[in-house]
């Protein structure tokens, strides 16, 4: 139930926002993991979201992460894109980068990537504007007043569009897609920015079979290039692309494997594929 | 100058040029001649009067454009926006009050509200207020600063909808009180009135009065040009994303605090531009101008001529205002009454304004 609380868009707690420099892309992965979660806690109003949960994403895998409702998943989600601060624990992107230290602005242009469980794009601008506002630029004000397309980034744009199937829809209205369409978009969003890590909050939700089984796809290109890591319900789906399941429930790890090793765990069965 | 001068010609299409043009020579030679060069008889003749409320429309017109950035544009409604208006009017006022020199009632280096409090000089925030470029530099900087400094916090603590509008609304509320002592030093309730001239030329002539409006004229057409450059450029695009998706802006890499106080700052010193050219046209500001009801009005101005649009704000301000110098003459009871039907209506039927019925009648049309 948590998270659907959370994972409103506009609830944000307070804190100072200061961001929007261009950090230096120095992520260190030379001891393979990118993402380290250790110890993370967070409750509201005494409700443990999460507790004392670990985690480690290595460089450029796919990590599918599933568990029933209000184990946590999108607070997960919400405290490694600084939307969330824990109670306790850190939260490292790389071997230098503390996240639980920056804005949501600044994790963002250091490289972690997020889509929302409900697509969000921006409905008033057209497509190809809205993959012009994700690219990954200098993002300050001044910038922005003065920025022009050059044909390097109009490519980038074109390729984009292609590889989420929206070509033909580059000038209409991003309020005008189909709601499958819009998570595609989201998702193109996301990799304008160049992430090395990309949080995708059920990727597949309100897909046809057709489009779920291209998300699959997509997924499994972008593993390798980025850190891709996946919460979602649709069991198909994941069993479709993962090579690693991690199981969350009651805010911490349940179990970790491959999809056969965690379909037959015993613990697993009882609290979230028995029922 | 290249860049540039092409950048500003892509602002608009040719027939926005042309219709652009057309209001210019209009305002800038047509007006000019025919309330100073024809004859009071003529059929063509344009009384004092009437430059005098265009000059007066005009300096509404450019709070509308103003208010039109942040509201229209990035979805923070503002209910304060009178106050940086009247900012800059007391800003300029100052300047004039001073201009009296010791032609007022009481014959004294001083302006009569201070002979009639007692005091012997000016207080120290009256300094160097004779200067006409240091009063010009309050009319930007006063407003500006304050609309810094509130918006840094607001935005920074993320006060958004319609919280921000009940805290703009009580900020205004609360300078009007400020305004209204006496021990302010702005001349209490009775604000400033009764000035002689300005630069130099006295202030109520039909030439001085025709400069006025031409001047008024040139800001509103350069605030348009102004608005429709950051509009067209990718930071409009940035903060129409912030009204209509700011999480996605956030996550995107932006950091939307810079960006709001950038354009709220902006608004406000429109705001105390316009302020300072409508004082000298009307003779008076006092602290009414701060009163919430005027701030409330001119979001009804943006809502009527179309959020969003520029071009809308301007019409919208213009039909708002016209409609009430008819109406309050012919009825002055029921202005009141009518400017809350017509915010009815228009929030009912008219979501995109007069320039969303122009829009979609001319496309049934094509």
Redesign the interface.
């Given at each position: 139930m948590n998270a659907a609380v959370i994972s409103d868009?506009?609830s944000?707690g307070?804190g100072?926002?200061?961001?929007?420099r261009v950090l230096s892309p120095g992520v260190d992965v030379s001891h393979k993991a990118i993402l380290y979660l250790e110890d993370i806690s967070v409750s509201f109003d005494g409700f443990k979201a999460l507790n004392k949960l670990s985690l480690d994403i290595d460089d450029g895998e796919l990590r599918c992460i599933i568990g029933p409702n209000g184990a946590g998943k999108t607070t997960m989600m919400d405290v490694i894109?600084g939307?969330t601060r824990p109670d306790s624990g850190s939260v490292f992107f790389g071997q230098t980068i503390d996240l639980t230290k920056l804005?949501?602005?600044e994790i963002?242009?250091a490289g972690i990537?997020?889509k929302?469980q409900k697509p969000?794009?921006?409905?008033?601008?057209s497509v190809f504007?809205n993959l012009?506002?994700?690219m990954?630029t200098d993002?300050?004000?001044r910038a922005?007043?003065?920025?022009r397309l050059d044909s390097a980034q109009r490519d980038r744009i074109a390729d984009t569009l292609a590889l989420i199937h929206l070509a033909g829809e580059a000038d209409r209205h991003a309020g005008l897609l189909s709601h499958g369409q819009k998570q595609w978009l989201?998702i193109g969003?996301l990799l304008m920015?160049e992430p090395l890590v990309l949080l995708l909050d059920e990727p597949v939700a309100g897909m046809t079979d057709e489009e779920t089984e291209r998300t699959g796809e997509l997924c499994k290109t972008l593993a390798g290039q980025h850190s891709v890591v996946v919460v979602e319900h649709d069991m198909d789906f994941v069993a479709g692309i993962a090579h690693k399941v991690t199981v969350l429930h009651e805010g911490s790890v349940l179990a970790e494997g491959s999809m056969e090793q965690v379909q037959n765990d015993a613990r697993v069965i009882e609290v979230y594929l028995g029922r | 100058m290249g860049p540039l001068a092409s950048g500003i010609g892509k602002l608009y299409g040719v027939r926005g040029w042309v219709a652009l043009g057309a209001c210019a020579v209009i305002l800038f030679l047509l007006f000019p001649l025919a309330n100073l060069a024809l004859p009071k008889g003529s059929l063509f003749y344009i009384s004092d009067y009437t430059i005098a409320l265009t000059g007066k429309i005009m300096c509404y017109a450019i709070v509308a454009v103003a208010m039109d950035l942040i509201w229209g544009y990035t979805g923070i409604l503002s209910l304060g926006h009178g106050l940086f208006f009247a900012l800059g009017g007391y800003a300029m006022g100052m300047y004039l009050m001073r201009m009296i020199g010791r032609e007022g009632q009481y014959q004294s280096d001083l302006p009569d509200f201070m002979v009639f409090l007692n005091w012997k000089a000016y207080p120290w925030y009256w300094s160097f207020t004779d200067h006409f470029w240091y009063a010009a530099l309050l009319v930007v900087l006063v407003p500006g600063l304050l609309a810094f400094v509130f918006g840094f916090f607001a935005f920074?603590?993320?006060i958004k909808g319609v919280y921000f509008s009940i805290i703009t609304q009580a900020l205004t509320f609360a300078f009007m009180l400020l305004f209204f002592r006496n021990d302010t030093g702005f001349g209490g309730n009775n604000g400033f009135t009764d000035f002689k001239r300005i630069l130099g030329f006295p202030i109520a002539t039909s030439e001085t009065r025709m400069a006025l409006m031409v001047a008024t004229g040139a800001a509103l057409i350069l605030t348009l040009l102004f608005a429709r450059a950051?509009v067209a450029?990718?930071?409009g695009?940035?903060l129409?994303?912030i009204?209509?998706?700011?999480?996605?802006?956030?996550?995107?890499?932006?950091?939307?605090?810079?960006?709001k106080l950038?354009i709220w700052t902006a608004s406000a010193v429109i705001c105390g531009i316009a302020g300072a050219l409508y004082v000298p046209q009307v003779g008076i500001i006092n602290p009414s101008e701060m009163s919430p009801a005027n701030s409330i009005e001119i979001a009804i101005w943006v809502a009527v001529g179309g959020r969003g649009s520029l071009v809308g704000a301007i019409l919208g301000a213009g039909l708002v205002n016209g409609a009430k110098s008819l109406l309050t003459v012919a009825f002055p009871e029921y202005w009141l009454f009518f400017l809350g039907l017509l915010f009815i209506l228009v929030t009912l039927f008219l979501p995109q304004g007069v320039i969303g019925l122009l829009k979609s009648s001319r496309e049934k049309r094509a």
């Open positions: 868009p506009d944000f307070g100072a926002a200061a961001g929007g894109t939307k804005t949501e602005a963002a242009h990537g997020r929302f969000t794009v921006f409905e008033q601008h504007e012009e506002l994700a990954k993002k300050r004000v922005s007043l003065t920025a989201e969003m920015q | 920074r603590s993320r950051i450029s990718k930071l695009r940035v129409t994303a009204r209509d998706a700011e999480s996605r802006v956030m996550f995107s890499g932006y950091n939307p605090v810079h960006y950038f």
